[in-house]
C-alpha cells in the first residue's frame, strides 16, 4: 500500500506541476531567497514538467552564472539521491524482475554494472538522455548509491555550468557564450573518447 501511494502522490505531484508551469516559470523570474530558490529547483529536478535546461538559465540570469549553478547542481543532485533512493527501497524488485525479463536491458543493466562510475558519467554527460530516467534506473539497478552520487555530481558540473553561464552572459557576451559552447562539446568528446569501452584484449602484455 504505501508504494502504491508513494506512486500516487507522485504523479499527483507532476499533474499539479504541469498544470501551473507557467506561473513557476513566472514564480522563478521573480527575486526569492537562495535557499527557497533551492527547494523550488530541487522541486522541478524531482517533477520534470519543464526543460530542466530553461530552468539552469532561468537561475543563471536571475542569480549569476556561477549562483545559478550552484543552486542547481546541489538541487538535481539532491533530486537524484532521493529519487534513487525511493526506486531502490520501493520498487526495485518489481524493476529487477522487469529488467530480467528484457534479455537486451539485462545485457546492458551487467554492462553497466560492471563500469557504473563511467556509465553515470557519461549519461549525465550525453545531452540527450533524460536525467530522471538516469535515477529512475540507478535505483532499480540497485547500482552502489556513493559511485552512482559522485559521477552523478560530477558528470553534471559541464552541463549546469554550460546552461547557467548562457542565461547569465548570452545577450551581453554572445562570443563568449559561442566559446563556451565550444567547449562544452570539447570536453563531451574526450569524456566519451576516455570513457568508451576497452577491448578485451587491450590490457594484455601488462
Excluded at 537561475?59 to 543532485?77: N, R, V
Excluded at 526506486?87 to 545485457?107: C, G, M
Excluded at 563568449?176 to 566519451?192: F, K, T, W
Aim: proline share 6%; hydrophobic share 50%.
Amino acid at each position: 500500500m504505501r508504494k502504491w501511494l508513494t506512486a500516487i502522490l507522485y504523479v499527483s505531484g507532476i499533474i499539479l506541476a504541469f498544470i501551473y508551469r507557467y506561473d513557476l516559470l513566472d514564480w522563478l523570474r521573480e527575486d526569492h531567497s537562495p535557499v527557497l530558490s533551492l527547494l523550488a529547483a530541487t522541486a522541478l529536478a524531482l517533477f520534470p514538467v519543464l526543460p530542466y535546461k530553461l530552468i539552469i538559465g532561468l537561475f543563471g540570469y536571475a542569480y549569476g552564472s556561477l549562483t545559478g549553478a550552484l543552486i542547481c547542481w546541489s538541487a538535481t543532485t539532491l533530486a537524484a539521491a532521493i529519487m534513487y533512493g525511493l526506486v531502490k527501497y520501493l520498487f526495485q524488485k518489481q524493476a529487477r524482475t522487469y529488467l530480467a525479463s528484457v534479455p537486451a536491458l539485462e545485457k546492458f543493466t551487467s554492462a553497466v554494472q560492471r563500469r557504473p562510475f563511467a556509465s553515470i558519467i557519461l549519461a549525465r554527460l550525453a545531452p540527450v538522455v533524460p536525467q530522471t530516467a538516469v535515477n529512475i534506473y540507478a535505483g532499480a539497478a540497485g547500482l552502489p548509491f556513493w559511485s552512482y552520487l559522485a559521477a552523478s555530481g560530477l558528470g553534471k558540473i559541464p552541463g549546469i555550468t554550460l546552461y547557467a553561464y548562457l542565461g547569465g552572459q548570452l545577450f551581453e557576451h554572445p562570443r563568449s557564450a559561442v566559446i563556451a559552447v565550444v567547449l562544452y562539446a570539447a570536453v563531451l568528446l574526450l569524456a566519451g573518447l576516455s570513457l568508451r569501452p576497452r577491448p578485451a584484449g587491450s590490457t594484455k602484455g601488462r
